[in-house]
């Protein structure tokens, strides 16, 4: 048995094994092709839409890495009201989203009550959609409160299951031990919960990468969002080189590989340092794409980092220049809540 096959069978692998993967291309096509395979097993050629509205710009963390951390004062802030966040849902359930994602820094404004009303009107007037929301970190009784609202689905990536590195990429206000248990309180409540990492973040080593992944295997998430760490003007690390491509598409594969049943994104960042990118994701195993719903007004203000495409792109525009890539490479986009096959696996 190679180490692709051992992979698919036994969902693991040494520490060794996984880092003969990340380090060398001996194994990157046959990786690339199993994980496709795995994918059109589960998923068929299905690609999800998820519709995203990036709600606020205003943050009250200073993370090392990120555009909008509460340090950088050459941003101009913003935040959606009510009625925009619903004229975005309107606009994306007649283009065939059902489901919406909200995301936004951690913004004191938005308080429990506003979010709850904010999903309450959500959930009143589309029955039939996802409601994810990706607002970092609350306390349960938060969590719980939204999930009551209507809320379905939670987004929040652990960034890197290394205290050590954690604390290389946040301020002390921040930390790895809360964050993780941000994610359990969010399972044990019942939301489809995803979480994730930066490839390439600065000071991350292949060893951190594993620990991701083992991380991963305890939390066994619903979704993974995986995408090249990318610099932001006017932060600590906007001068160091993005993440590569290689690499990530190959932290994908092994993922896909790793948990069959995962919604796992072709993210906006890949796209933005290879044209290709998000192309090459899905070949990789990636099977869902989160084109942006938000007033095309705001959308170069959510600069989590430099560069991003598709900001100039008005809502329809941008769900058809997907569609059409999505075909390009192979797949089609559905129109469907897209939940996470997890009940064909026993985990």
Known sequence: MNIIEELKSNKNLSDEQFKL???????????????????????GKDVYLRGLIEFTNYCKNGCYYCGINCTNKNIKRYRLTKDEILQCCKDGYALGYRTFVLQGG???FFTDDIICDIVSAIRQNYKDCAITLSIGEKSKESYLAYFKAGANRFLLRHETANEEHYKKLHPESLSLKNRKQCLFNLKEIGYQVGSGFMVGSPYQTIENIIEDFRFLQELKPDMIGIGPFIPAQNTKFEKFEHGKLNLTLKIISILRLLFPYALIPSTTALGTIDPQGRELGLKSGANVVMPNLSPTKYRNLYTLYDDKICTN????????????RVSLAGYKVVTDIGNPKTAMYNL
């Open 106 to 108: 951690e913004d004191p």
């Open 21 to 43: 993967l990340l380090e060398t291309d001996t194994y990157k096509e046959d990786l690339f092709k199993q994980a496709d395979i795995v994918r059109q097993q589960v998923y």
């Open 313 to 324: 792109e008005e809502a329809a525009e941008c769900r058809g220049c997907l569609e059409r």
